[in-house]
């Protein structure tokens, strides 16, 4: 089975610019989450979508949005792109996604995004 | 807010032999998860292995075990007979019991072995 699927796999965009980044879930995952990983550091949440639905945000700005659709599947969107926004983005998928969900989330290889 | 320290920014091991690899956190809740993800040069953030607060029995997967010292809030990793492949950044994280699946991680412990 196919595991988490990201897509592009780089992307390198100019300050000021706007980017949308896909994530593809495991078959019968319903839950996505999304991380933005600046080099040399561990992961911050920015997003968690379950059954299409925005269960969790991170301290990120309100030029981050994100959206899931019928298929579960997601898209995450950044406006404004400022250089600090260069990073690793990781989409993580889980079986469930409820408040008391026990499920593990498996990862994406990522798409590296720089601003130029 | 719940943290998660890793004080070892690089650790080396030879390889065959055994290596610890250190992460505290800071919680009030009782209800939690914690984890050790692999993220190898080829970027994906890989499971390594999982243990729920409520249970007192260290979690085990092959080759790497856990120690879990819940009144410390620390949960360090031990890897035995250490592999090329083993080669990686490491990660702690954390996830509160309730609520949305946010893992707050650590820093990272860069594991190189050595031949």
């Known amino acids: 089975d196919a595991g988490v699927t990201q897509s592009p796999t780089h992307l390198i965009k100019t300050r000021g610019q706007q980017v949308t980044l896909r994530c593809s879930p495991i078959s019968g995952h319903k839950s996505v989450s999304w991380y933005q990983q600046v080099l040399g550091q561990g992961p911050q949440f920015i997003f968690q979508?379950?059954?299409?639905?925005?269960?969790g945000r991170g301290n990120f700005p309100d030029r981050f949005s994100a959206r899931q659709f019928p298929n579960y599947s997601s898209e995450l969107n950044v406006n404004a792109l400022l250089l600090g926004d260069s990073a690793l983005y990781l989409c993580?998928?889980?079986?469930?996604?409820?408040?008391?969900?026990?499920?593990?989330?498996?990862f994406g290889d990522g798409t590296r995004l720089s601003i130029l | 807010a719940q943290t998660v320290t890793q004080s070892q920014p690089e650790m080396s091991v030879q390889e065959a032999e055994t290596v610890t690899l250190s992460c505290t956190y800071d919680t009030s809740e009782s209800d939690y998860y914690l984890f050790w993800y692999k993220q190898p040069p080829s970027r994906q953030m890989i499971l390594v292995i999982r243990?729920?607060?409520?249970?007192?029995q260290n979690a085990t997967e092959n080759r790497f075990s856990v120690n879990f010292q819940k009144a410390a809030k620390s949960f360090s990793l031990k890897i035995s007979d250490s592999q090329l492949g083993d080669a990686a950044m490491y990660f702690c994280a954390y996830r509160r019991g309730q609520g949305a699946q946010k893992l707050v991680f650590g820093q990272g412990t860069r594991l190189t072995i050595n031949p």
């Open positions: 979508y379950y059954e299409k639905e925005e269960r």
């Open positions: 243990q729920e607060a409520y249970k007192q």
């Open positions: 993580a998928s889980s079986l469930v996604g409820g408040a008391y969900s026990n499920q593990p989330q498996h």
